[in-house]
């Protein structure tokens, strides 16, 4: 048997224990062949094989981020300003002006601005009105979780004195009453329905431009972490085109209003429609709380900052303990949005209703964030076989952690903030990714950040964050690999460079095990072939 393509003089790290190390391999009809020397891959190729000499590179199964925005943070940061490396008012409504310069659209948005910096106190409709003042203008925080609006905006959607807050939602109001234009939480989805529509053809532009960066970044697989109708729709039309360049898996998002049965239906009806292929919709996504940077994330205890207070759950207790047991006995994966330690609490005891309903199967439900835990929790991850699917870029001294989120936690609290290692040594499953458009998707620089507990780039020279806490170079690999496969249902054929298995492969500039580990983030990938199917390729390579 010929092979399609072979990869000579790697240095080639499987990730499949049966065989972690190769020199090279051959891929034929988009599935690793064989694993080998050089010689012997050599030997399947015939005078149409295409040789790819990877010149001792890293060589490493494509990476897979399982809990990303593709397709609206792709919209967002493609097509409109983006705000994430403002750092103070002026530069924001500067960004905002250049935008709007050579933007001719009737509205002017941005997106990425840093909620650690930019609050209630600070964001204004009037602040947006002084970079622009004549068209309506609407940004969203880098969290997704808030938002602002100039006037306006504000009186193009009927935002007035007097407008009521929506369920799980708040308008922020001045001392007389009027809004701010500041939103949390649903009161955004609340404004983007009286805003103009966005095509379907500029959704699917915002794919393309959010697949380009996950392949130059050697991702090959996403799991899009809140997705409805219009999102498989645009997924589906790229899949059936043929322009897809990740395989992508999706999770669809449950409303609190919603019962169990109107749920399962709705999104069972999805899964029906969009099951198989390249895309495909395998799970249910549950919002448990919001953000600590809008008190919105729910804890067992009060804030233990001057204003204190603390928030609820955004689904009641029970709700959420019915709603898990209806969808994991329809075989769903659950994935929830858990930040404070009460929101924590509540999906174990909902994956534990479950489990006592239905019986254990492999489903590696997942708890993403889980910025907060209480000690009493950690062991049920190991126990309910519940993944925890972190974003470790976040676990650094930096505003929202320092100036936000420790005082409101307190220091007992503050000692397990993005606890990856207790969890780990206690048995957690897990998987590394990004949620991007919150923070980048370079998953090199969130290794280093995981590996370090300090930002990328800073060469060592910044205070570390709980140093206790840190991840391993491996355990940053399998998060980003093997874990990351089976946390997408994708284990069976991807995750490793096992025969069989798709040619989901990359190349780097460096090996990542052995650098100095504050390179990591400097990574630059060579090449990433999809299926053996080349979707990036680096300017200077030219294996």
């Known amino acids: 048997m010929q092979a399609d393509l072979v990869i000579i003089n790697g240095g080639i790290h499987t990730m499949d224990a049966a065989t972690p190390c190769a020199e090279a391999l051959c891929v034929k009809d988009g599935r690793v062949l ?12 015939g005078t149409a094989t295409r040789v790819i000499d990877a010149g001792g590179r890293m060589v490493l199964p494509g990476f897979q981020d399982t809990h990303i925005h593709l397709q609206d943070s792709g919209h967002g940061y493609g097509l409109n300003a983006d705000l994430g490396g403002a750092r103070t008012l002026t530069e924001l409504q500067q960004r905002m002006r250049d935008f709007a310069a050579r933007h001719k659209g009737a509205w002017v948005n941005g997106v990425g601005w840093y909620t650690g910096i930019f609050t209630d106190h600070n964001l204004t409709r009037h602040i947006l009105d002084e970079a622009v003042p004549d068209r309506p203008c609407y940004i969203l925080a880098s969290d997704g979780h808030n938002a602002c609006l100039n006037t306006l905006a504000c009186k193009a ?58 392949n130059r970044n050697g991702i090959t697989g996403v799991l899009d972490a809140s997705v ?7 997924y589906q039309r790229l899949a059936e085109s043929g322009d897809l360049t990740v395989r992508l ?13 109107v749920a399962l239906d709705r999104i069972g009806t999805l899964r029906r429609e969009f099951g198989a292929g390249i895309f495909n919709i395998h799970s249910a996504k549950f919002f448990l709380d919001g953000v600590l940077e809008n008190r919105t994330g729910a804890m067992i205890e009060p804030y233990s900052d001057a204003l204190g207070g603390n928030a609820p759950l955004m689904f009641e207790a029970g709700h959420i303990k019915e709603l898990f047991t209806a969808f994991d006995a329809a075989r769903f994966q659950i994935h929830v949005h858990v930040i404070g330690d009460l929101a924590v609490r509540a999906a174990l005891d909902g994956l534990e209703a479950a489990r006592a309903a239905n019986g254990r199967w492999p489903s590696l439900h997942q708890l993403a964030h889980v910025q907060c835990i209480d000690p009493a929790d950690v062991p049920r991850f190991r126990e309910l076989g519940a993944m925890m699917n972190v974003q470790s870029l976040w676990a650094r001294h930096e505003p929202s952690v320092d100036d936000v989120a420790l005082p409101m936690m307190g220091e007992a609290r503050g000692r397990l903030m993005y606890a990856f290692r207790t969890l780990i040594d206690a048995g957690a499953p897990f998987c590394l990714s990004s949620d991007w458009g919150v923070s980048t998707l370079n998953p090199f620089q969130i290794m280093e950040t995981a590996i370090t507990r300090q930002p990328p780039h800073k060469h060592g020279d910044h205070p570390v964050f709980l140093p206790e806490q840190r991840m391993t170079r491996e355990e940053c690999l399998k998060g980003y690999t093997v874990n990351a496969a089976a946390a997408a249902w994708r284990s069976h054929d991807t995750g490793s460079l096992t025969p069989g298995h ?17 390179d990591i983030g400097d990574t630059e990938v060579q090449l990433t072939l999809l299926g053996g199917r080349e979707v990036h390729r680096a300017p200077g390579f030219g294996g």
Not at 249 to 261: G, M, R
Not at 502 to 518: G, M, P, S, T
Request: aromatic share 6%; net charge negative; hydrophobic share 40%.
């Open 157 to 214: 959607i009927g935002l007035e004195r007097g407008t009521p807050d929506p369920f799980n939602g708040h308008f922020v109001l001045d001392s007389s009453g009027e809004p701010t234009g500041m939103l949390h939480e649903d009161a955004i989805d609340w404004a983007v329905k009286r805003m103009p529509a966005v095509t379907e053809d500029d959704y699917a532009e915002g794919v393309r431009f959010a697949q380009a960066l996950c």
């Open 249 to 261: 898996c999706a999770t669809a998002k449950v409303k609190p209003e919603e019962t169990a049965a």
């Open 228 to 234: 409805g109708r219009r999102h498989a729709r645009v």
């Open 502 to 518: 798709h040619a989901d492969i990359i190349i780097l500039d460096r090996n990542v095990l052995n650098c100095d580990v504050y």
């Open 34 to 45: 064989a694993l080998g020397s050089n010689a012997d891959m050599r030997a399947l190729a």
